[in-house]
């Protein structure tokens, strides 16, 4: 009877396993951040390869070009610059989903090896996906802040990816 006369004495006890619950998850997650760093890391490699880029085979402005790198290039090309949290599970795990999805589907290092047509659509899908500001991916964005593109920049990419259109047609 006494120990619930003492509402202090309860709290106490509550607050003290609570303390201990926090440590032991704090430990565990710390030995699960360690343990997952073995796991190999599965990074998409780079290629130094920059004869079909599409910033070599297009006539691209100093201001596109510096759009699609800073913006564009560590998804869609094969010369990702991986910072050193990139290497770091889990998010790597997300590095290499998004690099491996992004190349595969849009890889501007590749752009001089795809057929007239194939060029027309990806450049039509540019267009739509900057103008809604669905790429670049806001998960990039997060951590890139210089990526996130004014309305400006967008509409410099939009003009130059209609111009291509044209000269690609
Ligand atoms: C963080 C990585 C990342 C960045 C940065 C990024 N993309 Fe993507 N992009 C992807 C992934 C992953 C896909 C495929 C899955 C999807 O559509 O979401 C994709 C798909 C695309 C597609 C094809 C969409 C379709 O279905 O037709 C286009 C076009 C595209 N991106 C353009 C761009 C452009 C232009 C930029 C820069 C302004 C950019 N992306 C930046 C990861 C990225």
Request: aromatic share 12%; glycine share 2%.
């Given at each position: 009877?006494?120990?619930?006369?003492?509402?202090?004495l309860v709290?106490?006890?509550?607050?003290?396993?609570?303390k201990?619950?926090?440590?032991?998850s704090?430990?565990?997650?710390?030995?699960?951040?360690?343990?997952?760093?073995?796991?190999?890391?599965?990074?998409?490699?780079?290629?130094t390869?920059?004869?079909?880029?599409?910033?070599?085979?297009?006539?691209?402005?100093?201001?596109?070009?510096?759009i699609?790198?800073?913006?564009?290039?560590?998804?869609?090309?094969?010369?990702?610059?991986?910072?050193?949290?990139?290497?770091?599970?889990?998010?790597s795990?997300?590095v290499?989903?998004?690099?491996?999805?992004?190349?595969d589907?849009?890889n501007?290092?590749?752009?001089?090896?795809?057929?007239?047509?194939?060029?027309?659509?990806?450049?039509s899908?540019?267009?739509?996906?900057?103008?809604?500001?669905?790429?670049?991916?806001?998960?990039?964005?997060?951590?890139?802040?210089?990526?996130?593109?004014?309305?400006?920049?967008?509409?410099?990419?939009?003009?130059?990816?209609?111009?291509?259109?044209?000269?690609?047609?």
């Open positions: 009877m006494a120990f619930f006369q003492r509402p202090y709290f106490s006890i509550l607050i003290y396993s609570m201990k619950v926090l440590r032991y704090a430990i565990f997650l710390l030995l699960l951040f360690i343990i997952i760093q073995f796991i190999p890391i599965d990074l998409p490699e780079n290629n390869d920059i004869t079909a880029d599409i910033l070599q085979t297009e006539k691209a402005s100093d201001e596109v070009k510096l699609l790198e800073k913006a564009c290039y560590d998804c869609h090309s094969n010369q990702t610059v991986y910072p050193w949290y990139s290497k770091m599970a889990p998010v795990w997300l290499a989903r998004d690099t491996r999805l992004g190349r589907e849009l501007f290092s590749e752009w001089g090896e795809l057929s007239k047509r194939k060029r027309v659509k990806i450049l899908n540019m267009v739509e996906e900057v103008e809604d500001k669905k790429m670049p991916l806001k998960i990039y964005t997060v951590v890139h802040r210089d990526a996130i593109l004014t309305q400006h920049e967008i509409e410099i990419l939009s003009s130059w990816i209609k111009s291509l259109t044209d000269k690609i047609m």
